[in-house]
């Protein structure tokens, strides 16, 4: 069993900088593939990044590739998204999610964290 709770979300100006956090717990934490999605009002739930166990294994969506950075510190049982040269189209909920195998498919992930509300004014 996961449980996920994500903080640092807030309302920021455009290009500045956020790091939203998910921590977990779990005793299996460190085997799963945690991921970060964001969804907007009116649209789907999409795909930002995701990280596995090995520290060379992480994948981002094309609309946050180079500015967002996804880490986890296992010993923390912590996930973060840095994020970077934020847009007023990075305005969403995001969400920590987190599940055996690697997936960018939202519907294919077990645990969920409530969601973090990051708004980015022009």
């Known amino acids: 069993q996961v449980q996920l709770v994500e903080s640092g979300g807030g309302l920021v100006q455009a290009g500045d900088s956020l790091r939203l956090s998910c921590a977990a717990s779990g005793r299996t934490f460190s085997t799963y593939v945690m991921g970060w999605f964001r969804q907007a009002p009116g649209k789907e739930r999409e795909f930002v990044a995701a990280?596995?166990?090995?520290?060379?294994?992480?994948f981002y969506g094309d609309s946050v590739k180079g500015r967002f950075t996804i880490s986890r510190d296992n010993a923390r049982i912590t996930v973060y998204l840095q994020m970077n040269s934020l847009k007023p189209e990075d305005t969403a909920v995001y969400y920590c999610a987190a599940r055996a195998l690697y997936s960018r498919d939202w519907r294919e992930y077990d645990y969920w964290g409530q969601g973090t509300q990051v708004t980015v004014s022009s």
């Open positions: 990280r596995g166990w090995s520290a060379t294994s992480a």
